[in-house]
């Protein structure tokens, strides 16, 4: 099984600031099968990347994604106060898992 | 646009079987999509639980697979899922969710809460 470890844990930001989120694979992740979710409180997840670095339907060109093997990155250009929400990666190269998890909190 | 609805008990005994069931409209199940459960314990991350294909075919997370059943049913455009040996352990909102591709869900359903207690 890959295991995917996201850092860190949690970050306080203010709206306005841009970060980087990151995701470690415990081995190589096939194709860069990665895929990112935002998930705001009481809502489902909503996928926001694919394939390390495809943005999915409607969502802002403030969130991108790139890497490539066992490192993966999201970054948000200019935080919005709705983007303030927990974000997974989740790896679909073999079999499926998700990572614990980054919860972006408004300082 | 596709709607998931789930709907199931929200309270199962320990060791009895956890059955949820997911209506689909805006879509049809036997068309090539895949329609899968996904859970997230209160307060914890998110884990896959397993998929299943419009042919029928089956995908399962390795760690639930010999107690998870996921079947189709075309007359009432729904798809299901039934964990068997339910423990606390099993206490979460379950999610259905749906995709063209296999492990990428771009469709959720709201989730509903299933608690394991006696």
């Known amino acids: 099984e890959i295991v995917l470890t996201q850092s860190p844990a949690t970050l306080s930001l203010s709206p306005g600031e841009g970060v980087t989120l990151s995701c470690g694979a415990s081995?190589?992740?096939?194709?860069?099968?990665l895929a990112w979710y935002q998930q705001n409180p009481g809502l489902a997840p909503r996928l926001l990347i694919f394939?390390?670095?495809s943005r999915a339907t409607g969502v802002p060109d403030r969130f991108s994604g790139s890497g490539s093997g066992t490192d993966f990155t999201l970054t948000i250009s200019r935080l919005e106060p709705e983007d303030f929400a927990v974000y997974y990666c989740q790896q679909y190269g073999s079999s499926i898992t998700f990572g614990q998890g980054t919860r972006l909190e408004i300082k | 646009q596709v709607h998931l609805q789930e709907s199931g008990p929200g309270l199962v005994k320990p060791s009895e079987t956890l059955s949820l069931t997911c209506t689909v409209s805006g879509n049809s199940i036997d068309s090539g999509y895949y329609w899968g459960w996904i859970r997230q314990p209160p307060g914890k991350g998110l884990e896959w639980i397993g998929n299943i294909y419009h042919t029928g075919k089956t995908y399962h997370n390795p760690s639930l697979k010999s107690r998870v059943t996921m079947s189709l049913d075309t007359s009432k455009n729904q798809f299901s899922l039934k964990l068997a040996s339910a423990n606390v352990a099993d206490t979460a909102v379950y999610y259905c969710?749906?995709?063209?591709?296999?492990?990428?869900?771009?469709?959720w359903g709201q989730g509903t809460l299933v608690a394991v207690s006696s």
């Open positions: 081995q190589s992740v096939s194709s860069n099968s």
């Open positions: 394939d390390a670095s």
């Open positions: 969710v749906t995709s063209q591709w296999l492990g990428l869900w771009d469709s």
